[in-house]
């Protein structure tokens, strides 16, 4: 095959940033993206309704002329939330979403959770009028290593989360270990979990043999090369449950080449022809559409987009590093000579 045409993708988890930043970042979303999950991890961060309006108007007015794309709002959960300004929030279309980071656990999430006890009534309300919770699925305790991060919390605190809260329809994000394609796979449609583009490409040895890959450092950190199998079979399965959030984090350079640099990976701009390859690689082409662009409104109960995008076997056409007024931020490179492109 040398040409495939999709419905037009949407993306499930990005950072835009602000600012200087998300004015350079934004275009190569919205070049292929027809809608995103937002993050709220800014600083400080967006918890409150009125703070996920002013921010969509700040990323709809550095959207450049003539380009379409809907960033569909979140709230980031912290134990002062109040439940009632959640409700008004999706009431009122604003946010699809709330998210849950455990304090601690990654970039700009110090004002996560730290006792789930406080954000019951949060979690009730939001399983009452069917608003999914995205998750960032790590536990944050020091005696708990890093690469079991996602499988021990996938025991002490989701499923205790989904037990005590029925109904409450959650997104495992950036999804990183067998143990959670098992669990996704175990579980009713309340369920549902996003794949990177990135985690389909690297594990742990990327990062870490033949000296230190900063730009391949993120959160959840790559694991096992088993791991990897496993989500690239969930991802190239056309399973409803699965879907595209490519997890796009830009930092620049500077500070990812520091001492103690940050996580993420910039995917943007080349996530689809690196998708096109991988699902190739798999003779899974068929499934991408609903890997990209089917599976994530069906969870998120929107329709998909009318428009398409058509992918072609031809010369990459995106950039190594993109400039910001920041600084230069590198994008991810698979490692590979990426075949196709999108026209
Ligand atoms: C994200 C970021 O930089 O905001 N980093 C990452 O490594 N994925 C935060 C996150 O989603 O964990
Ligand atoms: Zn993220």
Known sequence: ????????????????????????????????????????????????????????????????????????????????????????????????????YPAGATTNSASGVANFDNVRATLDRMAEIGLPLCVHGEVTDADIDIFDREAVFIDRVLDPIRRATPGLRVVMEHIT???????????????????????????????????????????????????????RAAATSGEVRFFLGTDSAPHTDANKLLPCGCAGCFTAPNTMAILAQVFEQDAALDRLEAFASRNGPAFYRLPVNSDTITLTKSAPNYPVQIDTEDGPVTVFDPGFDLEWSVC
């Open 1 to 100: 095959m040398t040409s495939l045409t999709i419905a037009r993708p949407d993306d499930w988890h990005l950072h835009l940033r602000d600012g200087a930043m998300m004015r350079a970042v934004l275009p190569h979303t919205a070049q292929h993206f027809a809608r995103a999950i937002i993050m709220p991890n800014l600083v400080p961060p967006v918890v409150r309704g009125d703070q996920a309006r002013a921010y969509r108007d700040r990323i709809l007015a550095a959207l450049p002329g003539g380009m379409a794309f809907e960033p569909l709002m979140t709230l980031y959960l912290t134990e002062d939330t109040d439940p009632e300004d959640v409700a008004a929030a999706h009431a009122s279309g604003l946010i699809k979403a709330v998210k849950l």
């Open 177 to 231: 270990t067998s143990n959670a394609v098992e669990y996704a796979r175990a579980q009713d449609d309340s369920l549902g979990a996003t794949i990177t583009t990135h985690h389909l490409v690297i594990n742990r040895n990327h990062i870490l043999a033949g000296g230190i890959k900063p730009h391949y450092y993120c959160l959840p950190v790559a694991k096992r090369e088993e791991h990897r199998l496993a989500l």
